[in-house]
């Protein structure tokens, strides 16, 4: 069984460029989490969809995060332009239905310099 | 606000000790409780899931427990190996259709 795949796993990128962050929940999964790790904060839900519409995204920080799902195997996390504090790992989940277990996937490290 | 705390922070035993980390919340009308483990640059992994109307579930040597009233859940990890160091994190649900709300983790160390 496939997981939640997060493409790329490791981003390092200068301050002001756009960065795209990847994910494909797990087939059959209707809901989709994004979040947020830090040693400060821990994590932190950005957004989550369900059955691909946005259901919640007062996680967001600022308008320079922006997060689609054109479709039930796909979604992006975009954050432009991009600054030093925005250094994290992002993670993607997803599940099957309300109250059934989160699947994670591994990852993205970010680091904008 | 809903929160969930998760002391302490780090925790380090020998191995073969059975312990216990503990997961407290400020809403006794919770909906369900999960606890992950987290592997260092790796995702979480769904250990356990307690809905509402249980009181605790076991997977071989883990078994979690959930207080409402108290505001508690506990995991208990049996005969404790060197490959159980993780860090377990807590997330509790408040609602069936509100995400989970994580605690920060405690960082668990096992000695061989």
């Known amino acids: 069984d496939a997981g939640v795949i997060q493409s790329p796993r490791h981003e390092v990128t200068e301050m002001g460029q756009e960065v795209t962050l990847r994910c494909k929940p797990i087939?059959?999964?209707?809901?989709l989490f994004w979040y947020r790790q830090t040693m400060m904060r821990g994590l932190e839900l950005l957004i989550y969809?369900?059955?691909?519409?946005?259901?919640?995204d007062s996680g967001m920080p600022e308008d320079r995060f922006s997060a689609k799902m054109p479709n039930a195997s796909f979604s992006t996390l975009k954050i432009q332009p991009s600054e030093p504090r925005d250094s994290a790992v992002y993670f993607c989940?997803?599940?099957?239905?309300?109250?059934?277990?989160?699947?994670f996937g591994d990852g993205t490290r970010l680091s904008i310099l | 606000k809903q929160e969930v705390t998760q002391i302490p922070a780090a925790l380090s035993v020998p191995e073969g000790e059975n312990l216990v980390l503990n997961c407290s919340f400020t809403?006794?009308?919770?909906?369900?409780l999960q606890w992950f483990r987290q592997d260092p640059g790796k995702g979480l992994t769904s250990l356990l899931l307690?809905?509402?109307?249980?009181r605790e579930q076991t997977s071989g040597r883990l078994n979690a427990s959930l207080d409402k009233s108290s505001g508690r859940s506990t995991l208990y990890i049996a005969a404790s190996q060197p490959g159980d160091s993780a860090t377990y994190l807590c997330?509790?649900?408040?609602?069936?259709?509100?995400?989970?709300?994580f605690g920060k983790g405690t960082r668990l160390s096992v000695i061989a």
């Open positions: 307690i809905q509402s109307s249980q």
């Open positions: 087939s059959g999964h209707n809901s």
């Open positions: 809403d006794s009308a919770i909906y369900n």
């Open positions: 997330a509790a649900r408040f609602s069936g259709n509100t995400p989970l709300v």
């Open positions: 989940a997803s599940t099957p239905g309300v109250g059934q277990p989160q699947h």
């Open positions: 969809f369900n059955n691909n519409v946005p259901i919640d």
